[in-house]
């Protein structure tokens, strides 16, 4: 058995190979008929062994098949990734957490500190099917109240030689109703899925709000969203933070944001009066600030009892060290060629609410290493996406397995013991 899997594997890996260096229309050819093979290998295994595929067949195949599905445009590739996750054709992570990574913030119980950030599962789709990747967490969003359909295409951008990504997507959504259906039958089932001895895991829900792009009162747009889905949601992000939303950075003004998060703390307040449970209310920052953008925002959250930040967002700068040619696309910048820069962001968040405010580290992280520099500098939370772009979903349980190791190597019982670390006052 093992040899054949071996050989099965050599066999994808050497036509993938090949596929990613084709150029001819029969290369598009073979990659259809490839994965319609694929698709009728799982229904025959569907049909006998009652598994839609079996979990043996996805693990085998997970990563000789990515260069396979990064020959179709990011976008396509992106919706087929959220369609995997969504009907369970993605590898589950079969162990168990370790206590180790176990956290508690914000009043829930993470059993690991990794979440999937938001973007990926925009309308709500996929969440039990990334929560089986190994994700302690995921963030569903950024969804607004109406549908809208977002920027122009192509808006999706891989940069290859750097590991990076740019979007302008803009805030594409389906809009809250839609979302809202999904996750009511989500919330309804979870606690049947969560059993005990049924192979799925537990996991936080996460929903980021964002506002319709011709809409001229922000503040109402996250109203909207709260009243709609926090009664679903184990925590809410405001995100206004995105680059791809005309004047929506702006919002993170002094002024401008303390009104909008006073009445947008408002409505949280009065779903989680009427679900009779806490409902933690985050808010997303663009990476691209000014120290008194960061003092402002840092000042803002400890006045009004803020109940975290999540640092980054992408951004709009491009570091010289570039070398794709699609460096010149506008939008936002994610993924390696961001790390450094989040970390450096959320650093200061940290330094400057004092370590009073939970912060969420997101950009750039791809390896264990990466999760724990941004623990050290101040996340009780570390979130990963576009590294799965280049990597595959295997990418989750080794992350988690490196930085367990890294917390045993320098003597710590508990991640939470590691947080903020690099902090000389920690």
């Known amino acids: ?66 260069p396979v599905l990064r020959l179709f445009d990011p976008e396509t590739s992106h919706q087929i990734a959220v369609q995997c996750a969504r009907f369970g054709l993605t590898p589950k992570d079969p162990e168990e957490d370790p206590e180790l990574l176990h956290v508690k913030a914000l009043g829930l119980q993470f059993t690991n500190p990794l979440g999937m950030a938001a973007g990926f599962d925009k309308d709500g789709e996929a969440m039990k099917g990334m929560l089986d990747m190994g994700f302690g967490c995921v ?35 389906k809009g809250l109703d839609y979302v809202a259906a999904r996750l009511k039958r ?66 993170q003004g002094r002024n401008q944001l ?8 408002d409505a949280r307040d009065e779903v989680a009066t009427t679900e009779k449970r806490n409902i933690p209310l985050l808010l997303k920052i663009a990476p691209d600030l000014t120290e008194d953008d960061k003092q402002d925002i840092a000042d803002v959250a400890l006045e009004l009892n803020l109940d975290g930040l999540v640092v980054s967002n992408t951004t709009l700068s491009r570091p010289d060290f570039l070398k794709d040619a699609a460096k010149a696309e506008t939008g936002g910048l994610s993924g390696l060629p961001v790390r450094d820069l989040s970390t450096k962001v959320l650093s200061d968040m940290y330094r400057l609410t004092k370590g009073r405010i939970l ?68």
């Open 139 to 173: 963030e569903i969003g950024s969804v607004t109240p109406k549908p809208q359909p977002g920027n122009p295409k192509p808006r999706v951008f891989r940069l290859h030689e750097d590991m990076g990504v740019i979007n302008r997507y803009g805030f594409n959504s």
């Open 359 to 426: 912060l969420v580290g997101v950009g750039g992280v791809s390896t264990g290493q990466d999760a724990y520099d941004k623990i050290r500098a101040g996340a009780s939370l570390v979130q990963m996406y576009s590294c799965l772009i280049y990597e595959s979903p295997l990418a989750v349980p080794r992350a988690k397995k490196e930085l367990a190791m890294l917390l045993r190597r320098d003597g710590y019982e508990s991640v939470v013991d590691a947080i903020g670390a690099s902090h000389k006052y920690k």
């Open 258 to 265: 303390k009104n909008l998060l006073v009445r947008v703390i």
């Open 1 to 66: 058995m093992r040899a054949a899997t071996s050989l099965s594997r050599r066999v994808l890996v050497r036509h993938a190979a090949s596929f990613s260096t084709a150029k001819s229309s029969s290369s598009g050819l073979h990659t259809a008929a490839y994965v319609a093979v694929g698709g009728a290998v799982a229904a025959v295994m569907a049909a006998y062994t009652g598994v839609v595929p079996h979990e043996w067949v996805i693990r085998q195949l997970t990563e000789p098949l990515m």
């Open 186 to 251: 989500y919330v309804g089932s979870r606690a049947k899925r969560q059993a005990p001895g049924n192979g799925h895991r537990s996991g936080v829900l996460g929903v980021n709000l964002g506002k319709n792009k011709l809409t001229e009162d922000a503040a109402a747009d996250y109203v909207k969203g709260v009243h709609t889905l926090g009664k679903y949601a184990d925590y809410l992000v405001v995100n206004v933070s995105s680059p791809n939303t005309p004047g929506l950075r702006t919002l």
